[in-house]
């Protein structure tokens, strides 16, 4: 009797579960996510919130190039609507500033302009006493490595620094396991950097390649030119061929090259300003086991723009499975680049053509998604770039096609497969129109992964021995859960998937993915998820006025993101969908209202729970609103 009273007891609260689902389901508005009536805020006029992704997964560049729309025709007052063109992302330095020569007491060194015409204080007493009052704690800088790079400029200085022996406290055994660069890695040389400057830097690769390659581009002409000069189209197929000849130094082959571990690899898209060395470095502590460098412009690149090269920069924990996306229209642009990293930098795993990203800015140049309309061209930039990269491997990341209801992936996939050039082929289910609005396809991925496994098989058939590894798919697009993870790998064709807005929103979504189940973070722990981002930040940009400034600029940044996070145990139904916005809603405490808050003056006030109070030097623009903070100057 009692088991029989259980038994219908459970069948009971079956029934009623899948009433309360079915209601749920009935009260079910699309795009809206579900959240549990006793955390929605009664407002007058309900609404849902909007956000603009363009720049969640492309170059850092605005979405616009800046340029006025007047006069632009039919839509103009559309293009980049509710968004900051313009943002100021610079921060101000400190009013009185130290000369840098004098920062660390230990070891002063001679200031090349002398006391009288530099700009900097070159009195420790003045500057000292100019400086805000230090922040609480220990510097996370000196906490991490054993010392801090920024010296006497440290905003929290009393913790390591004797001021009556005028001395910074350092800690030797720290500093002998990180060394001087506190555990990163890919800092090229200032000689290096000037010789790419003065164009003195020497392409031993690419100087040989690049004319094979023109004399492919002048081949391609003279083929469209009139019958009549069959005879110069022979000459110029020769020059081809002695071109080729001349390439001495043979480049290294796919299966010559590092191997690229990718099959079922939980991997980071490459990200815009969110994407920095400290975001990646907290997600290889959360799961990530590849992740990539924010997209570099080759030109610069070559150049040895200071800012570029800032841009391969990783952590050592990064690495292997650290990638530099690089994105340009020329082939020869892309050889340099590709040998100037492979031969400057030490600790990269793959580098990355970007043939995917939708801005207007680069479409117009011929860059990114604009690729995929010139397959000729693109296939030659990879050509250099595998000739030109030394052991490390060349990848690609494309689109559907650049319009809607018209995917193009599909012939251009086969030949990249088919030419040997890449390692792994990573596809965003939208087309270049689309951007970041609907669904991805995952219908069409998986299509394409059949087609990848069919090239494979092809190529292999028409070797005589095997002379690279299978080419990888790699799907992407609103994977948001361990559900959508699982879905897109139970296809065969699908050899892993690409996270981006889930990770920057979710950060812990790779844990997620190993356990199997929704995680419901508490608000503490994504708070300490935070802080930890915080002293990676501090890590990198510095611990003095400035660097905090960055760090608390990327922070805010970063918050812009993960505000957008509604925590599993206030949803009247699983799965959550990325692109469903909420109807204004509080947190089962303070603390998750506080980090849901959709003001940015409240992602501020969250920044100086790590980096202390915000300065008059600070200032900051969010993407998606048209006002902005600024602290009260004095």
Known sequence: MVEETKRRNSEAETDELAAKRAKADAEYRKGVAPIKAE??????????????DDEAESNGRSTEDGESNKGKGKGKNKKG??????????????????????????HPKECRFGPEKCRFVHDVGTYLSSKPVDISGICPAFEAIGYCPAGLKCRWLSSHYDKDANRLITNPEQISVYGETGGEANHISMDS???????????????????Y???????????????????DVNEKREETKEKVAEFIEAPFKAAEKKKLNLKGAKIVSPLTTVGNLPFRRLMRTLGADI????????????????????????????????????ATSRHWQGAKAAEAISKLTTHVSELNLNCGCPIDLLFRQGQGSALMDQPARLLRILKGMNACSG???????????????????????KRLVAEGDVGAITLHGRSRQQRYTKEADWTYISQMGSVVKEANV???????????????????????????????MADPGIDSVMVARGALIKPWIFQEIEAQQYLDISATERLSIL???????????????????????????????????????ILERLPPKLNERPMPWKGRNELETLLASTNFEDWIKITEMFLGPTGPGFSFTPKHKSNSYEAART
Request: proline residues 6%; contains cysteine.
């Open 39 to 52: 955390y929605l805020i009664k407002t007058p006029v309900p609404t849902t919130l909007t956000y603009n």
């Open 81 to 106: 609507r509710g968004q900051n063109k313009n943002r100021e992302l610079k921060q101000d330095h400190e009013e009185v500033r130290l000369c840098p020569a004098l920062a660390d007491p230990d």
């Open 193 to 211: 950097r000037t010789q790419l400057q003065k164009k003195k830097y020497i392409f031993d690769l690419a100087e040989q390649y690049i004319p």
């Open 213 to 231: 390659l023109d004399s492919i581009v002048a081949t391609v002409k003279e083929k469209s030119a009139e019958r009549d000069e069959a005879e």
């Open 291 to 326: 992740t990539y460098s924010e997209m570099a412009m080759g030109m610069p690149l070559v150049n040895g723009a200071k800012s570029e090269w800032a841009l391969p920069k990783a952590h050592k924990s990064e690495y292997p499975g650290f990638g530099v996306q690089i």
């Open 391 to 413: 052991d490390i491997p060349v990848t690609v990341k494309i689109r559907m096609g650049t319009k809607d209801n018209h995917p193009t992936a599909e012939n251009l996939i």
């Open 458 to 488: 092809l190529y292999d058939e028409q070797k005589d021995v095997r002379d690279r590894d299978p080419v990888y798919l790699i799907g992407n697009g609103d994977c948001f859960s361990f559900e959508d993870w699982n879905k897109a």
């Open 531 to 569: 802080e930890k981002y915080a002293k990676f930040a501090v890590e990198h940009w510095g611990s003095d006025e400035f660097g905090i400034n960055s760090a608390r600029r990327f922070l805010c940044e970063f918050l812009s993101f993960t505000h957008r996070y509604i925590p599993v145990g």
